[in-house]
């Protein structure tokens, strides 16, 4: 008898509990480890520089104000990729979108008078309503001709980004000499600060309200909600949820334009909560960071909003150890990357279970002696 083993891969009937919630807490924890490694080539030790970066960040006023400004796009984003996912879509255009709300409320800023409680709403809503109807485009390709909202939503990231260079350039241009940037936007279109109670964290402002309240918002949407629960079945089973009775059309455009909104909105807090004016590739890929974002977050919109938290610290803690340790910048992208391969790893095995069985086979017969002879 030969003992052979072979490698068995097959599809999973349910998901554990243990392995469908614990994902998001393996795919971190794997990250730092490996991540660990290279800090250990740096000649860095990585339980100090994790400690610069988390510990340190989280426990000064200027690290949790940097964390919850850095979080208010990267939530919002993350919320405009996971309503989606939802219902089975890819946004992958949210930095596109956030883009489009940039450019739309930096003009009505600019352009509209009044106090500030009119001006920053209307903004918001001019600048939702600018991402929202840049995520219809791919809504209604995807649900009227069935054409990938992956690419359209790709391709008019790559638009939104190059149309805002091209007005800061020439329609919208504004300062002093040949810097591509718009007009300073005025007091009462900058974004109003909640932290004056506190002076330590004055820079606070309301867009982190937004933030919270667009969580809250999409949580009960996709709990409380007919349409909700519609996103949802869809996203489990199109074809079924078609033939219950669901206008799968209908929902397909509705989470593309919602993802939109929000991206949209993003895009005007950044403006006029942090930048203060347009300017040529003001986001640092925001949109694209969304995407691991609401993998992270897939199960729920709070999981969501803590998984933008989590790469904030992820940002500004990997600036506190660049200075604390003399490490590259880069290593912060290194963490990233490892997520979102750790991610994927771990969809993989919620999908399929891997076992090894052994088997047991007969020996072939050797050649007789009367055969030899």
Same mark, same amino acid.
């Given at each position: 008898? $030969?003992? @052979?083993?072979e490698?068995? +891969?097959?599809a999973?009937?349910? #998901?554990? /509990?243990?392995? !469908?919630?614990?994902?998001p807490v393996?795919t971190v924890?794997?990250a730092?480890?490996v ?7 740096l000649?860095?030790?990585?339980v100090?520089?994790y400690?610069a970066?988390f ?8 690290g949790?104000?940097?964390?919850l400004?850095r979080a208010?796009?990267?939530v919002?984003t993350g ?8 219902a089975g ?11 489009l ?5 930096t003009?009505?800023?600019?352009? $509209?008078? @009044?106090p500030?409680?009119l +001006?920053?709403?209307v903004?918001l #809503?001019g /600048?939702?309503v !600018?991402g929202g109807l840049w995520g219809?485009i ?5 649900a009227?001709?069935?054409v990938n ?10 638009v939104g980004v190059?149309?805002a260079?091209y007005l ?5 241009k ?8 718009s007009e300073?936007l005025p ?5 109003p600060?909640i932290?004056?109670l506190l002076?330590?964290y ?8 937004v933030?919270i309240?667009a969580t809250i918002?999409i949580?009960?949407l $996709?709990?409380r ?7 949802t079945?869809t996203?489990s089973n199109a074809? !079924?949820?078609?033939q219950s ?5 209908w929902?397909y455009?509705?989470?593309l334009?919602a993802?939109?909104?929000l991206?949209?909105?993003a895009?005007?807090i950044e ?10 590739e003001f986001s ?5 960071t969304a995407?691991?974002?609401a993998?992270?977050?897939r199960?729920g919109?709070?999981r969501?909003f803590?998984?933008g938290l989590f790469?904030?610290?992820l940002v500004?803690g ?7 340790f003399?490490?590259p910048?880069?290593? $912060?992208?290194v963490?990233q990357?490892?997520?979102i ?6 969809e993989?095995f919620k999908?399929?279970?891997i076992?090894?069985?052994?088997e047991?086979r007969?020996?072939p017969?050797?050649p ?6």
């Open positions: 008898m $030969v003992a @052979g083993y490698l068995d +891969v097959s999973r009937e349910r #998901v554990p /509990a243990w392995l !469908a919630y614990g994902t393996f924890a794997a730092l480890v991540s660990g490694v290279a800090l250990l080539a000649g860095v030790n990585p100090a520089a400690g970066m510990v340190d960040t989280l426990t000064t006023p200027f949790i104000t940097e964390v400004l208010v796009p990267l919002l919320l405009a990729v996971y309503l989606p996912l939802r879509l890819w946004n992958v255009g949210a930095e596109g979108q956030l883009y709300g940039a450019i739309a409320g003009w009505i800023g600019i352009n $509209v008078d @009044g500030g409680f +001006v920053v709403p903004m #809503v /600048a939702g !600018a219809l791919p809504g209604l390709l995807r009227r001709r069935g909202e992956i690419i359209v939503t790709l391709m008019l990231t790559f190059e149309l260079g800061v350039r020439g329609p919208m504004g300062g002093q000499g040949n810097f591509p940037v300073t007091d009462a279109a900058q974004l600060a932290g004056n002076p330590d004055g820079r606070i402002h309301v867009g982190v309200l933030a309240l918002a949580r009960y $996709v709990r909600t007919e349409t909700g629960y519609e996103v079945v996203g074809e !079924a949820a078609e009775g669901i206008d799968v059309e929902v455009v509705f989470v334009v993802g939109g909104v991206a949209g909105m895009g005007i403006i006029a909560g942090i930048q203060g004016r347009l300017r040529p640092p890929g925001y949109g694209f995407i691991p974002i993998l992270l977050g199960r919109a709070l969501v803590l998984a790469f904030a610290i500004v990997g600036s506190s150890m660049e200075l604390a003399d490490v910048a880069a290593i $912060v992208e963490i990357a490892l997520v391969l750790f991610l994927i790893t771990a993989f999908r399929y279970r076992g090894i069985e052994r047991d007969e020996e017969a050797g007789t002696a009367a055969g030899e002879a």
